[in-house]
Structures are given as C-alpha cells and as structure tokens.
C-alpha cells in the first residue's frame, strides 16, 4: 500500500464547478501536509499547506483529519486556468522528514 | 538568482553510458532530494541527503548514485544508464521538517 493515495481522476468539471480532491495518509506520525499544484510535467509548486484547523486562501480549502489520516482539497467556482494535476504531499516522519508524495490527481475544467 | 536550478534540462544518452544531473540551492537548505516522474507512478523518491556529506536511499535507489560534499549541491550520477531510467527527474530543497520543499524545474532524460 502507498504511504500516500490519491485518486488520479481525471476530474472533468465544467467552469464555475466546486470539486473536491481527497488523499489519504498511512503514517500516522506524519507531521505536515501539503498541496501542490503540477502544470504538463513542470515541477510541482506549493499550493498551500494544511493544518487540522483547516485553511482557506481564496478558492481554495484544504482540511485536515487526523484521526481519519484523510486530507481534501476544496476548490470553488473552478477557473480554466485550475487545470493541472494536484498531488497530495505528506512529510514523513522517521529521522529526516521526506516529502512523499501520492500519484496526483487530474483535474480539466472546460468552458 | 537564488533558487534551485537542475542542469541540463533536456538530456539523451545511449544506454550503458554514466551520466550526471546536477542540482544547486543557493537557500544553503539542509535537506535535499531526487525524485523521478513517470507515468502511472508519480513521484518517486530515488536519494535524499539531510546535510552535506549524509545521504540515504529512497524508494527506488537502484542503478543511481549521489554525493553531496558541500551544501549547496547535489549531483545524481547514472553509472550506466538503462532505458526504465528514461524520466523526468526533479530535485528539491527544504530546511527540514515542517517546511515544504522547492523544486527544480526538471531534467528530462532519455536513455536510448
């Protein structure tokens, strides 16, 4: 079992939709959480962190559960430009924290 | 520019050749990590280094090798570069535990 699964999609949603993106976690002694956004193959960018208070910046959500080892991802009257894969990244704890990442999840908003 | 900047971005090389992909941070960032993409996969993780002179295995190790004697870089070598090893390779940068990590933008390898 992958340390960190997501479900690839693809997402097809037309603009303006609310979509949500799921990701679960095995290591529950992980400490941090992210999302990042990956465009055609480019290198991954930091899309926002996630906290177990939750947090929000503009379109976006993103939750936490812990006890659940579950983290989402909330996007809101999706853009065009929203396009891209969206991978799930949990630090790892074990002496060094590695960034693990699950496989992504497609998403393709058209008009 | 500070960042983190991989070289070179695009690569072809004929199979049983070595082959280095070089990867320097100017954030003086303690960790480090080479990642491969490919399809159906995402994102593996091949070595990670915490600090100069540390580094470790990841999850697919196997026909690579790194060094990192000062800081600021960390070259992957392929001793002899097999066709499963055609990938996008990424490298990235964190200060460590909570941090998210930066990344390059890519070295594009085909192994003919």
């Known amino acids: 079992r992958k340390e960190v699964e997501q479900d690839p999609g693809p997402f097809n949603v037309p603009e303006g939709a609310t979509v949500a993106f799921n990701c679960t976690y095995s290591?529950?002694?992980?400490?941090?959480f992210f999302w990042y956004r990956q465009d055609c193959r480019k290198e991954p960018k930091l899309l926002m962190s996630v906290y177990s208070s939750g947090n929000e910046d503009g379109r976006f959500t993103a939750q936490l559960n812990r006890a659940s080892q579950y983290i989402s991802l909330l996007i809101r009257d999706s853009k065009l430009s929203d396009s891209a894969t969206y991978l799930c990244v949990v630090n790892v704890a074990g002496g060094s924290y590695i960034p693990t990442f699950g496989r992504g999840t497609s998403l393709i908003v058209h008009p | 520019d500070a960042g983190i900047t991989q070289s070179p971005r695009y690569k072809i090389t004929e199979t049983g050749r070595q082959v280095t992909l070089m990867c320097h941070q100017t954030?003086?960032?303690?960790?480090m990590f080479w990642y491969r993409q490919d399809l159906g996969h995402g994102l593996r993780l091949i070595y990670y280094s915490a600090a100069a002179d540390i580094t470790d295995k990841g999850e697919v190790p196997d026909g690579y090798v790194v060094s990192r004697s000062k800081t600021e870089n960390f070259p992957l070598t392929l001793e002899s570069a097999t066709r499963s090893q055609t990938s996008v390779y990424f490298c990235a940068s964190t200060t460590g535990s909570y941090t998210e990590a930066f990344f390059g933008q890519g070295t594009r390898l085909t192994v003919v």
């Open positions: 290591n529950s002694a992980s400490q941090s």
């Open positions: 954030w003086s960032h303690s960790y």
